[in-house]
């Protein structure tokens, strides 16, 4: 049960901002994407969100570091970028 507690902790940064963008992007980037929707948005920038955390985890050998997060938020903005062309 801690395991599971601890696991989802570590992904819940990459899910927040995931779901922050997908919801989010349409508004500023000013126009709705009809054949993508904000699900598979969410799925893609939640996987690159957490790659960079284990990423982060394994470079740093723990997790937490503001550093880690920034290359989270940066990687998922792009991506959301990307998706949003």
């Not at 955390?53 to 989270?72: E, I, P, R």
């Given at each position: 049960?801690?395991?599971?507690?601890?696991?989802?902790?570590?992904?819940a940064p990459?899910?927040?901002?995931?779901?922050?963008?997908?919801?989010?992007?349409?508004?500023?980037?000013?126009?709705?994407?009809?054949?993508?929707?904000?699900?598979?948005?969410?799925?893609?920038?939640?996987?690159?969100?957490?790659?960079?955390?284990?990423?982060?985890?394994?470079?740093?050998?723990?997790?937490?570091?503001?550093?880690?997060?920034?290359?989270?938020?940066?990687?998922?903005?792009?991506?959301?970028?990307?998706?949003?062309?």
């Amino acid at each position: 049960m801690s395991l599971l507690l601890h696991l989802l902790n570590f992904v819940a940064p990459a899910c927040a901002v995931a779901a922050w963008m997908a919801l989010v992007s349409p508004i500023l980037m000013g126009h709705f994407p009809q054949w993508r929707s904000w699900r598979r948005q969410f799925m893609v920038n939640s996987v690159i969100g957490v790659g960079v955390l284990l990423l982060g985890l394994l470079w740093f050998g723990n997790d937490g570091k503001v550093v880690t997060y920034a290359a989270m938020v940066l990687a998922c903005a792009s991506t959301q970028w990307l998706l949003t062309l």
